[in-house]
């Protein structure tokens, strides 16, 4: 598997490898506090500037690609969302870091999103796609059943949270043989 940074784009958004030019894009969107409300980190306010030097170091390491999420019909940007824990040896990467601002959430937005990320993953050699979400996170646990994702189980007491809460993370996981279904699940949720 060799997956390199490069523009994803639809008919719904657009995905810009993510640069230091897309701070202050992304920096008004971010200070929505329900974003990090179940997060390991925050960025909102003063955490912004840490939590994207963070993804951008990332990036540049070769251990996750990040993304501006860009809505196609008035090219605002929308949010976030990477590609991280990348593992060539073993074919497998995780999608993760999605969050958008409220005037994306519950549009076409993910589910164009994830086709383009699972898309690219499966054209590069992933074998394996995974996804996980802390365990009160209801809405993006749904988000990811919806899309075909199959739950794997959950890692309890996984991580510590900013908050201080301790996160049990719920783990799913795309497999290369489920991505044509799970392919055509997204584009019908995205047609609509």
């Avoid at 940074?5 to 995905?15: D, F, Q």
């Avoid at 994207?52 to 690609?65: E, K, N, V, Y």
């Avoid at 999103?113 to 646990?141: D, I, P, Y």
Wanted: hydrophobic letters at 40%; one cysteine or more.
């Amino acid at each position: 598997m060799k997956i390199e940074p490069s523009i994803l784009e639809n008919a719904v958004v657009r995905l810009e490898p993510l640069t230091e030019d897309h701070r202050e894009a992304l920096r008004p969107l971010a200070q929505e506090a329900e974003i990090w409300a179940l997060t390991s980190l925050r960025g909102d306010g003063a955490y912004f500037d840490p939590w994207f030097d963070m993804i951008l170091s990332g990036t540049r390491a070769g251990t996750q690609i990040s993304h501006l999420v860009r809505r196609r019909s008035d090219d605002a940007p929308v949010g976030h969302s990477a590609f991280l824990s990348i593992v060539p040896e073993h074919a497998r990467l995780e999608i993760g870091w999605t969050w958008y601002g409220a005037t994306a959430r519950g549009t076409a937005v993910n589910p164009a999103a994830k086709h383009l990320l699972l898309g690219r993953a499966f054209a590069c050699g992933a074998e394996r796609v995974e996804l996980k979400t802390h365990h009160r996170n209801l809405r993006s646990q749904a988000a990811m059943r919806k899309m075909g994702a199959t739950q794997e189980g959950t890692l309890r007491r996984h991580l510590k949270c900013w908050t201080g809460e301790w996160r049990d993370t719920v783990w799913f996981s795309v497999l290369k043989e489920e991505w044509p279904g799970v392919a055509a699940g997204l584009e019908a949720r995205i047609a609509v």
